[in-house]
């Protein structure tokens, strides 16, 4: 028997791709934000929101991830904003390579600011860099208050969490306090905002941390 | 399931390794993962197995190297172990904390046997 050394780490490719990724996105001066969350926690919703409140002030893009269906690149379709739609067949989780491949789609399009919008899952998208300047993490209000606690990677790798469907507290056992506390128990750094996208509760207070963030870059 | 695209990435980065030329078994895969590293073990070794069969790799163990997440606090300046999900010093309570180790997610080396037989 005999031993052949590697060392190498198992995700290389993917880091590789995805430094190629932001290098890519850094000389067009785009800003790139991986949306991650639950299936139904409001991503398509929230990024709705956004784009009406930023589409004359940035130029936006999206790139959307699904397990099947084009139903959230023709929501962003309707706006008038580029999208490229990536269908993973089944995978549970965007990777840089699937980025690299789908951006080339909006390569030729002005756009500042790139929203990705992951699958929704809070397990597996949560080891794989993309190439993303910062992660927000969005967990809604129906979901539980114990989220953060129960998959901590998700939240710890994030930059922002937004919690949605606030609007839906008196109906419900959780409490918007203890899904703060769980969240800065894993995260201390994490900056949160409270939204509703059928009230329109918190969104400009969300894009103007937006706009703040990527103009102090 | 993201296990499934790292044993994909393991089958892959593994095969760089083995000569073509011979007939080469792999025993093992030795590799090393951290504690916070998201890898579900049981997960990885299935997947591993289905992915493997019809590779050199196939019917090689895993033998797998847990590492612990280790964390130096920037305020005592004490390193210590720790053991659930929060991510502060076990010392003095800081969250102002460097993780020095317990992400990995690395392979190590490969145990081979090469066959007498010369490949056809």
Redesign the interface.
Known sequence: ??????????????DAVAEFNRNNFKEKNIFAINLLSSPGSGKTSILEKIIESLKNKVNLGVIEGDIQTKIDAERIEKYGIPVAQIITNG???L?AILIRDAFSQLNNKQINLLFIENVGNL??P???DLGENIKIVIVSTTEGDDKP?KY??AF?KADAMIINKVDLIPYLNSSIEILKNNAL??N?NLKIFETSCTKNIGIDKLCEWLLDYINSR | MHELSIAQEIINISAQYLPPYKNISVKAVKLKIGKMSNVFVDSLNFCFELLSENTPLKNAALKIQIVPVVVKCNDCLMENEITDDLIYCPNCNSFNVEIKCGNELDIEELEIEESQEEAK
């Open positions: 028997m005999s031993i052949i050394t590697i060392e190498r780490k198992i995700l290389e490719k993917n995978a549970c989780h990777d397990v597996c949560a080891t794989f606690l901590p990677m710890r128990k894993i201390p």
